[in-house]
């Protein structure tokens, strides 16, 4: 079997904001009821992760697992790109005979990690997001020029973004130019 590799090889680009690709993350997309009617698939997320359903919009970290709130039906499970298999399983089998839906889609993205003081201001040039009220412990879903994209913020500084691995290279160039020396625009 082969080993995972990021979609560009680790590309990284030196700016007034560092870009770099990350290694491959784990990620399990879980489809279902989340509203309180919902409680097994609630129980069932928290009996796996040991982590709580996420607030609209929100992200909950639990030690090496976090669960990301990316749509009234729809959690996305962010883990060890090992464990992601297991975890998968776990949860499928927990779920069994529930409406719900369970995938590893680890391989499907690629996640790029945007570093420095002006991080906001290099997203606000490519997605329609208020950045100054966007902070640790949300997630967006959103559009980064012409292809969709999550984002979130792990710590003030520091942001992450998402997209499908089959457009890794077109949103590293953006992410690229977007934190090239010259190109600040002096935002806010």
């Known amino acids: ?104 889609v680890s391989d499907a993205r690629a996640v790029f990690e945007l570093s420095g003081p002006r991080v906001r201001e290099v997203i606000a040039k490519l997605a329609p997001v208020d950045v100054a009220a966007f902070g640790p412990g949300e997630m967006r879903r959103t559009r980064l020029a012409q292809i969709p994209a999550a984002i979130w913020m792990p710590e003030e500084g520091r942001l992450r973004l998402m997209c499908f691995r089959s457009v890794a290279r077109y949103a590293f160039d953006l992410l690229e130019k977007a934190a090239a020396e010259g190109a600040e625009v002096g935002w806010p």
């Open 1 to 104: 079997m082969s080993e995972p590799a990021p979609a560009l090889g680790g590309a990284r680009a030196e700016g007034y904001v560092t870009v770099a690709e990350l290694p491959p993350q784990g990620m399990i997309a879980v489809r279902g009821d989340l509203s309180e009617e919902g409680e097994s698939l609630a129980q069932a997320l928290a009996d796996a992760t040991g982590g709580e359903l996420p607030d609209v919009r929100g992200m909950v970290q639990t030690g090496r697992v976090a669960l990301a709130w990316m749509s009234p039906d729809e959690v996305l499970i962010l883990c060890a790109y090992a464990d992601a298999p297991e975890l998968a399983g776990a949860l499928d089998a927990a779920l069994s005979g529930a409406h719900a839906l369970v995938a590893n």
